[in-house]
């Protein structure tokens, strides 16, 4: 990694404060407040994502991102890559046609949706969140194809067997 690049993560680290049992006892929650409320912090954030899928990710067609942290970030990268933006909401929030998905949290349960035209025939995804916990989320909207069928109908028209709505991989920045 390039030093630019390290003093970067630095930053981000110094702006992530954990809570112990929060927002149940037992659970140590990573909190991504100050990197917001800082422009430097929140710029590396931006830098490195950048970085990230410029270097690994020859094409991302749209930005995903996740209800609600991923929102904070998502349009940021997907303006600095010069792509489009697309929603993953808490149920209900979402009008015409969607589907939806249910899945665990590190704490409880929720439930996700997406329009059903968002993502068009062969057209590939960066999912964006704030955090990776269990990991959970990712998997269940992504991962796991029976929750996105629609879209994996329209992957099915647009790729070709080998390469049908293929997972590329996960990262994060602070491990
Ligand atoms: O790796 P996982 O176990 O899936 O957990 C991580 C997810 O949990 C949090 O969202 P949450 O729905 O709790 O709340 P939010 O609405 O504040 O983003 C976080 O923002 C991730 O989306
Ligand atoms: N440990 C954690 N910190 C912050 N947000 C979370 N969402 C799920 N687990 C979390």
Redesign the pocket.
Known sequence: MAAGSESKLQLVHRHIRAFPDFPKKGILFRDICPILKDAAALTAVIDLFEEHVRNNHQQVDLIVG?????FLFGPLLAQRLGIGFVLIRKKGKLPGATVSVS?D??YGK?EAEVQEDAVAAGQKVLLI??????????RQVWWKKRATRSWNKKCDKGLNKQDKCQNHGKASLPQ
């Open positions: 996740l209800d609600a942290r991923g899945y949290l590190e929720a969140d704030d955090l990776l916990a269990t990991g959970g989320m990712q």
